[in-house]
C-alpha cells in the first residue's frame, strides 16, 4: 500500500520564479493538506483541499495557491518566490479531514537562490 | 491565538535512560494531542495520540501523560536506543476535526548516546 508520494524531492529555483510541487495520497485519503517546515521549525499549515476545493487555510500570503484533482492528487503553486520560501513542503491526506488519520508525504525540500 | 508551546529544544539522553519531552496548549477546545517522530529527510510519522478523557496512554516504551487543568502534555521515551535519536514534535487539534488542522510545536531534537 504506497503511501503518500510527493514530487520532486529537491528543488533549486532562483528568487522570482514560480514552482509547482505535486503530492499523491495515501490509497483510500481523499483530503490532502500541505505544510510548510522551516529548518529547525515546526510544520505550519498552508492549506487544505477536500472535495477539489481549499477548505482552510492557514497565514500564508496569496502567492501560494492550490489545486486538487479529481483522483486526490493536489498541487501547490508558489508564485514569486522569495528567499524566505526556502523550506521542506510537506503533504499529509487523511480521510475525509479527520486529522487522527494524517500520513505524510517525505516532503519537498525548495532552495530559493 | 492556537499555540503550542514544547521544550527542551534539544535533548541528550544516555542508552537506557528516560527521555521526556514538554509540552502546553492554550486552546482548552483542542481533544486531540499526538507525538510524530521525524527522522532526517522524511516526513514526520504519528508515534502515539491521547485524548483527554484519559491522564496517560501507553504504547510499548512510549508514554503520553496529560494535564488536562495545567493545559499540558508530556512524552515519556523509557529505555531511550539511539535508534529513537529523531526530532519530536507534539501538535494538537480537533478530533472530529472540521477542517481544523494541527498545531505543532516546535519540536525536540533527541539525541541517544551509547
Known amino acids: 500500500d504506497a503511501g503518500v508520494t510527493q514530487s520532486p524531492t529537491h528543488l533549486i529555483k532562483t528568487r522570482g520564479q514560480q514552482v509547482t510541487l505535486r503530492c499523491s495520497p495515501k490509497s483510500g485519503h481523499d483530503t490532502v493538506s500541505w505544510y510548510q517546515q522551516a529548518l529547525g521549525q515546526g510544520p505550519q499549515f498552508i492549506f487544505q483541499?477536500?472535495?477539489?476545493?481549499?477548505?482552510q487555510r492557514g497565514n500564508f500570503p496569496d502567492r501560494f495557491s492550490g489545486h486538487q484533482f479529481p483522483n486526490y492528487s493536489s498541487e501547490l503553486n508558489v508564485n514569486a518566490l522569495l528567499l524566505g520560501d526556502s523550506a521542506l513542503y510537506l503533504c499529509?491526506?487523511?480521510?475525509?479531514?479527520?486529522?487522527?488519520?494524517?500520513?505524510f508525504g517525505s516532503g519537498t525540500r525548495l532552495t530559493v537562490v | 491565538q492556537q499555540q503550542v508551546k514544547q521544550s527542551p529544544q534539544s535533548l541528550i539522553v544516555q542508552k537506557g535512560g528516560i527521555s521526556i519531552i514538554n509540552c502546553a496548549y492554550e486552546n482548552t477546545a483542542f481533544d486531540y494531542f499526538p507525538w510524530y517522530q521525524q527522522f532526517p529527510g522524511k516526513g514526520p510519522a504519528l508515534l502515539i495520540a491521547?485524548?483527554?478523557?484519559?491522564s496517560e496512554k501507553k504504547e510499548g516504551r512510549f508514554t503520553i501523560s496529560f494535564n488536562k487543568s495545567a493545559k499540558q502534555f508530556s512524552l515519556h521515551i523509557m529505555d531511550s536506543q539511539p535508534g529513537d535519536s529523531a526530532t519530536y514534535f507534539c501538535a494538537a487539534s480537533f478530533f472530529f476535526s472540521g477542517n481544523t488542522p494541527l498545531v505543532f510545536g516546535k519540536g525536540t531534537r533527541l539525541s541517544v548516546i551509547a
Open positions: 499529509a491526506s487523511s480521510l475525509t479531514d479527520r486529522v487522527y488519520g494524517y500520513t
Open positions: 483541499y477536500y472535495e477539489e476545493e481549499e477548505r
Open positions: 491521547i485524548r483527554p478523557d484519559v
